[in-house]
């Protein structure tokens, strides 16, 4: 029987990430484990090294967003009825989530038939399905406050 487990990058980098001295002690066990199995004499004891601690200056990795998602304040002419507005506007998930897995969610909280009705902008611009929140962060978002995102039906 096949081994159906698969290696999921991402996961392994969150788990990296929160807890990187796992990674150097799996590597430590490897090579002691290796070197024992090369001389038959028993490994000595050594003391192991020393855990890199994070300095006051270093920032933590991040591993959630926090966001505002709100129905677009513009409304243009022969536009369809105006989006409501969530109950909970403000939303804390993962950076890596992309644009397709908000409108989905938009969908399912507006009871929207097919989530490819709504476009999400930032900044009075469209986003694409497949950006995640830290890209349009980086790359959209110029403020030092939380991200605005703004959801309106698609131009047709």
Same mark, same amino acid.
């Given at each position: 029987?096949?081994? !159906?487990? %698969?290696?999921? %990058?991402?996961?392994?980098? #969150?788990v990296?990430? #929160?807890?990187? !001295?796992?990674?150097?002690?799996y590597?430590?066990?490897?090579? %002691?484990?290796?070197? @024992?199995?090369?001389? @038959?004499? %028993?490994?000595?004891?050594?003391?192991?090294?020393?855990? +890199?601690?994070r300095?006051?200056?270093?920032?933590a990795?991040? &591993?959630? &967003?926090?966001? *505002?998602?709100?129905?677009?304040? *513009? +409304?243009?002419?022969?536009?369809?009825? *105006?989006?409501?507005a969530?109950v909970?506007?403000?939303?804390?998930?993962?950076?890596?989530?992309?644009?397709? !897995? &908000?409108?989905?969610?938009?969908?399912?909280k507006?009871?929207?038939?097919?989530? *490819?009705e709504?476009?999400?902008?930032?900044?009075?611009?469209?986003?694409?399905?497949? !950006?995640?929140?830290?890209? #349009?962060?980086?790359?959209?978002?110029?403020?030092? @406050?939380?991200l605005?995102l703004?959801?309106?039906w +698609?131009?047709?």
């Open positions: 029987m096949k081994n !159906h487990v %698969r290696f999921d %990058r991402t996961k392994q980098n #969150i990296d990430l #929160i807890v990187p !001295h796992f990674k150097e002690d590597a430590n066990e490897k090579n %002691r484990a290796s070197a @024992s199995r090369k001389t @038959s004499a %028993r490994p000595t004891a050594e003391a192991p090294p020393p855990k +890199k601690m300095t006051e200056g270093q920032k990795p991040k &591993l959630y &967003l926090t966001y *505002e998602l709100r129905p677009n304040p *513009e +409304k243009k002419p022969g536009e369809r009825k *105006e989006l409501k969530l909970k506007p403000w939303l804390r998930t993962s950076p890596k989530l992309t644009v397709k !897995h &908000l409108k989905k969610y938009l969908a399912m507006l009871e929207l038939d097919n989530f *490819e709504v476009e999400l902008t930032c900044q009075g611009e469209v986003l694409g399905t497949d !950006h995640t929140l830290e890209f #349009i962060k980086k790359t959209r978002w110029h403020g030092k @406050s939380n605005k703004h959801y309106r +698609k131009c047709r």
